[in-house]
């Protein structure tokens, strides 16, 4: 949006009531709480023919994100997990307004990103950025390495000269562990393989030096040697960058080897969160045991008892009353199709949503 | 499949060489044709499969093991070629077979579950009539006779009958992947290939899927070869295994064989690059360096410049398979022969 130096933006005249980029750029964490999510909501509103929604009593939403509150501690890796539709990737994306909230709370930094004004979103995307899962789509194939990484500080007009940026750029790259940096400034996407691509869009999320980033299934297209790798990168970033992680992945097991914190899935709510190691050598939710029961481990010798739920995850539009997750829990009573379960405290920060945990 | 577009030729009674168990691999070489010279996918493979059995052929990608496997049927693409080796099928010599007699064993004795569940069906033909087409083919019943096959398969495989004539756009991904297997029991074939079959799914509907091979190799008495990166999946399903990499088998045996008792250095280091979730937490390892140019493979190992404990001897000598115990090889200049 192009405006004449020294009026004001048209847009602030329309954003009353929303968060001016000044109150970003002065924001601070405070305990240690870089988000802060309180019952958020994510719906998206089906189409419906016209005859449909004349006789329909009521709209039809996909809930993906159903009153979920969690906090991202400032330099974490806080790990998403959850099958497909289980709403983790609108959950990432909604921290970043890539999609819109319906309802609830993003505090960051103690703002709420939901009234982020147009011009405060912007400088907030500075801070908060994101790496898709497909290196293959996701960058420009017809772009250098040194653009592609280089096109969010040119966005932003970070850089007053061509050698901070260049520097800045080169920076980047050797921290994605693309060594050395020059040789791979002028190449393109195609010279490069899957994990020296992905290496690319992690530059092109740091080089921005953000506070978080929200990694959406970075290696599952993967090989298992590289995947390792980029594991080993975000670790690395994390402890020498101090960048917070919102990883994002399907896998419970890459979840245990790096994340600090887990929280599981299903249905559009999190039911159970808590410290890597207590969530998964303690499992409280039913859903949380029979994830951890089928990940596969390299032993043949050990045999374990597989806990495998039948059928599918239910659709998103009609979630089961009581208990989302009743219809396909081993352990559901009768009281479990009434009563939707909230949070129960286990030991420090491990919650799970079940009625039948003792306390 | 092109059964009914190709001419029976004059019946020849098949030959029948002396092999073991019902599948043997012996030497099998693949080349691909490209502008470059002749890619090396798959160099000197052999393997055996006893019936009712289970293995599982993994490696990273660009190993050849999903080329191997195709050689089997010979579904290589164009440019591809079965350079040398035999694979014995009971007997029957696959790789001298002719287009026609192969298309009387694919499906009818070996059949294939594809990756892609979604890319390996039509789309704009509903899933119960594309299971159908193989008996069709194969059993030369009419189309409504061989539904009511599809009934059957559909309530073996655990998708409700009702759902016969939706596309496969209907259905979700485990569903798909549960017609994929439908279709490849279809003809009541004795050995079916498996071609990563769940590496797109999620962790739960993979548990339904193995689940589900697991009891109906056990019910029907099926040989099974899993094709899959994964090696907890194939730690997890498979009798025998065998590790490739770049186009060689470098260690086959007995899965507790491989995963207890591993020698090669390419399997303990891959073994080690896969989460173990009951041990203790530490970051997985990772192998540094690429596989070998396929091309213009290395004179000597061609795991030598990854390898941790190489000598000087593994840059020019090409390594032999040892037998380091009875049913476990080992193609490394480390392993000592101990049978």
């Known amino acids: 949006m192009a405006t004449v130096e020294g009026t004001p933006a048209k847009t602030d005249l329309y954003e009353k009531g929303k968060v001016h980029p000044d109150d970003l750029s002065s924001a601070t964490v405070k305990d240690d709480v870089l988000f802060d999510i309180r019952d958020l909501e994510v719906y998206f509103p089906i189409q419906q023919g016209f005859f449909k929604s004349m006789v329909a009593t009521e709209k039809k939403y996909v809930k993906a994100v159903d009153h979920v509150s969690f906090q991202v501690r400032q330099g974490e890796i806080l790990a998403l997990v959850g099958e497909s539709g289980c709403g983790k990737t609108t959950t990432g994306r909604a921290l970043l307004r890539l999609e819109d909230p319906t309802g609830g709370h993003i505090l960051y930094k103690g703002l709420p990103v939901e009234k982020f004004a147009t011009k405060t979103l912007r400088a907030y995307r500075k801070k908060a950025q994101i790496i898709f899962q497909d290196p293959y789509n996701s960058i420009n194939p017809k772009q250098t390495i040194f653009d592609i990484v280089a096109e969010p500080l040119e966005v932003n007009n970070i850089c007053s000269s061509e050698r901070e940026k260049e520097e800045r750029v080169v920076k980047a790259i050797n921290e994605a562990g693309l060594r050395p940096a020059t040789e791979y400034l002028y190449r393109y996407p195609h010279e490069l393989s899957g994990g020296q691509r992905q290496r690319v869009c992690i530059a092109g999320a740091t080089v921005l030096e953000p506070d978080v980033i929200v990694a959406d299934e970075p290696v599952a297209s993967l090989d298992v040697s590289i995947r390792n790798d980029i594991l080993k990168l975000m670790v690395e970033e994390k402890e020498k960058l101090g960048v917070t992680y919102i990883f994002i992945t399907h896998d419970l097991s890459l979840a245990w080897v790096i994340s600090d914190r887990i929280a599981v899935m299903y249905l559009g709510r999190i039911v159970e969160i808590g410290e890597t190691e207590e969530v998964v050598a303690n499992p409280q939710h039913p859903y949380t045991k029979a994830l951890i029961s089928v990940i596969p481990v390299p032993d043949p010798l050990a045999k374990r008892e597989h806990v495998i739920l039948k059928g599918e995850t239910p659709n998103p539009v009609d979630i089961p009353s009581g208990c989302r997750f009743h219809p396909r829990c081993p352990e559901a009573i009768e009281a479990c199709k009434e009563i939707d379960p909230p949070d129960v405290h286990i030991t420090g920060d491990h919650y799970a949503a079940c009625i039948r945990i003792e306390k | ?339």
């Open chain 2, 1 to 339: 499949m092109s059964v009914a577009k190709t001419k029976a030729p004059e019946k020849k009674p098949a030959e029948r060489v002396p092999h073991k168990g019902i599948l043997e691999v012996r030497e099998l070489t693949t080349y691909f044709k490209l502008g470059v010279g002749d890619v090396k996918a798959v160099q000197g493979v052999s393997f055996d499969l006893e019936p009712g059995e289970s293995l599982g052929l993994a490696g990273e990608s660009g190993c050849g093991k999903t080329t191997a496997a195709l050689s089997i049927l010979k579904l290589l693409p164009e440019n591809g070629r079965i350079v040398s080796g035999d694979v014995l099928f009971e007997g029957r010599n696959l790789a001298k077979r002719t287009e026609y007699g192969m298309s009387r064993i694919r499906w009818k004795e070996i059949s294939i579950i594809f990756q892609g569940a979604m890319n390996a069906l039509n789309p704009v033909k509903e899933t119960g009539k594309q299971i159908a087409e193989p008996i069709q083919l194969h059993e030369g019943l009419s189309e409504g006779k061989a539904m009511v096959r599809v009934k059957e398969l559909y309530d073996l495989v655990g998708i409700s009958q009702k759902r016969v004539m939706d596309f496969p756009h209907q259905l979700s991904g485990g569903m798909r992947q549960r017609a994929m297997i439908a279709m490849a029991l279809a003809c009541n074939p004795k050995l079916v290939i498996g071609d990563e079959p769940t590496t797109a799914l999620d962790v739960m509907v993979q548990a339904q899927i193995l689940e589900l091979i697991e009891r109906l190799r056990r019910e029907l008495d099926l040989s099974f070869i899993l094709i899959s990166h994964d090696l907890s999946v194939m730690a997890e399903t498979c009798d025998k295994g065998v590790i490739m990499y770049a186009g060689e088998v470098v260690e086959s045996g007995t899965t507790a064989d491989i995963f207890n008792k591993a020698t090669h250095p390419y399997t303990r280091q891959l073994i080690k690059a896969f989460p173990n979730i009951h041990e203790k937490r530490e970051m997985v390892s990772s192998i540094k360096g690429d596989p070998p140019n396929l091309v213009n493979p290395p004179a000597g190992c061609g795991f030598c410049p990854r390898c941790d404990v190489r000598i000087a001897i593994c840059e020019t000598e090409h390594p032999e398979m040892i037998e380091v115990e009875a049913g476990h090889f080992v193609r490394c200049v480390h392993a000592e022969k101990g049978v």
